[in-house]
């Protein structure tokens, strides 16, 4: 199948600003579906609330738009009842860390068969600009004239903390390195989570003078720098790119179908 075979075209154009960084999102990921050949009738998407979460509008895939923060929850519960099907979830900084925060590190945790895309713009876009979770000190936004005092959540330390059995970082300017980070997140055995730094030139851009989108994306270039690299090692205060979980745990799916064997054998005897 073809990149376009995966889109619902009757709904473009989409609604997200110019220059926003989701829509570059999006090509990494149907580009990684692609490339992986999957059927779009074993996708099922599931989305929360925010820019983000208009993504499942897009695709041809089963989708679910569901309640802020709760993404996640709707997810597992669809892969509790269909283990053989892909789940696919887009998030926001509030629909993963902040009011989906408790859902996220107890998905990690239980390590079931999810990819959780997370699409940091460090912003809450469609409401108007609010600081989120992601933002961290000293931005500016509609709910801090005078600065933001928070410090930020690292979604890399969260998500190996919490248990996540793969973890990778990526941006919108790396979109080839994204498109192979999503493969493989989606082809792990696990819960996998690809953050991905995205651009909102509207609200975060222009109240923190990052400039407009072609800007921020070199920023992401400039600010960035693969793990293991010179550039990083040289730089630690860079931003690391790159896979740094991977591993093999026992998933949550295939461990409650042993509970429930084991009970049926009990049952028997």
């Known amino acids: 199948m073809a990149v376009k075979d995966y889109l619902r075209e009757r709904f473009f154009p989409h609604m997200w600003c110019p220059g926003c960084g989701h829509g570059t999102v999006l090509n990494a990921l149907l580009r990684a ?26 695709v041809d895939f089963h989708s679910l738009h ?17 283990p053989d099907l892909k789940l696919l979830v ?20 239980r390590n079931i068969d999810i990819t959780a895309i997370i699409m940091n713009n460090r912003i809450y876009g469609m409401t108007g600009g609010q600081f989120s979770p992601l933002s961290g ?13 928070d410090a930020e959540f690292d979604i890399v330390e969260v998500s190996k903390a919490a248990g996540a059995t793969f973890v990778a970082r990526s941006t919108t300017y790396h979109v080839k390195e994204a498109t192979e980070m999503l493969k493989k997140a989606i082809s792990h055995k696990g819960f996998s989570v690809v ?12 109240k923190n003078r990052e400039g407009d989108a072609v800007q921020m994306m070199t920023g992401y270039r400039d600010n960035t720098a693969k793990l293991g690299s010179k550039a990083l090692a ?29 009970a049926s054998r009990n049952r028997a005897a």
Do not use: W
């Open 234 to 262: 040289d730089n630690p205060s860079l931003i690391p790119r790159g896979i740094f979980v991977d591993q093999a745990r026992p998933e949550y799916c295939q461990e409650y179908d042993n509970i429930i064997a084991k």
């Open 90 to 109: 887009p998030m926001g900084d509030g629909d993963a860390l902040a009011i989906g925060g408790n859902h996220f590190i107890h998905a990690c945790r």
């Open 33 to 58: 579906v692609e490339e992986l050949q999957l059927n779009k009738n074993d996708i099922v998407m599931t989305s929360g609330i925010g820019c983000s979460a208009r993504i499942s509008g897009y």
């Open 195 to 206: 953050e991905i730094l995205s651009q909102c030139p509207t609200h975060y851009g222009r």
């Open 66 to 82: 569901t309640l802020h923060g709760r993404a996640l929850a709707f997810a597992t519960g669809v892969k509790l009842s269909k």
């Open 137 to 149: 000190p000293d931005k500016k936004a509609t709910t801090a004239p005078y600065l933001t005092i």
